[in-house]
């Protein structure tokens, strides 16, 4: 997905995602693909980045971490409270730099909010535009949609299809 220079900040849409906080402490594990557990209780996740995070059905317990393609990846698990957040290695920079919400991966969250595999093909989107009018002109990547344009924050709404996710590349 090429939003590259276009974006500030991606987030996911409900409020009850935004109140996430950046500075809430938690536990933070760093982990390979680790698969097991009871078929029947496990939920599937697709993050933005297209890799998919199979948890159990409470969102609690992180089971197993894949990929697009389906490859084992490496990610690392954030515990805040009642919530798990999982973090593909590949999404870290980005979370660090403050380009991508934390609340994007607080897959007890998303799972809570009706965002996993079986509910949702596509996930909402707010992105904030950088100054450069070109930025907000270029053409959305395959599988996103402009909802509408949200002029206060200089950026718009969107929806990004489960299987067309993929990590924004600069």
Not at 6 to 18: D, E, R
Not at 121 to 136: E, G, M
């Amino acid at each position: 997905m090429a939003l590259g220079s276009a974006l500030a900040i991606l987030t996911v849409v409900p409020p009850s995602l935004a109140t996430a906080s950046a500075t809430d402490p938690g536990t933070t594990t760093h982990m390979s693909d680790a698969a097991g557990a009871r078929p029947d209780a496990l939920r599937t996740v697709t993050l933005i980045t297209g890799d998919t995070v199979t948890v159990t059905a409470d969102g609690t317990e992180t089971r197993q971490v894949k990929g697009p393609e389906g490859e084992g990846i490496d990610f690392e698990i954030n515990k805040v409270g009642e919530d798990t957040y999982v973090y593909p290695d590949s999404t870290l920079p980005y979370v660090s730099a403050g380009l991508l919400d934390k609340s994007l991966f607080n897959v007890t969250r998303l799972l809570a909010d009706g965002y996993d595999d079986a509910h949702t093909n596509q996930l909402p989107l707010l992105v904030s535009h950088t100054d450069s009018s070109a930025a907000r002109a270029q053409a959305l990547p395959a599988g996103v949609t402009k909802v509408r344009t949200l002029s206060s924050i200089r950026g718009a709404a969107l929806t990004e299809k489960r299987d067309q996710a993929a990590m924004p590349v600069s």
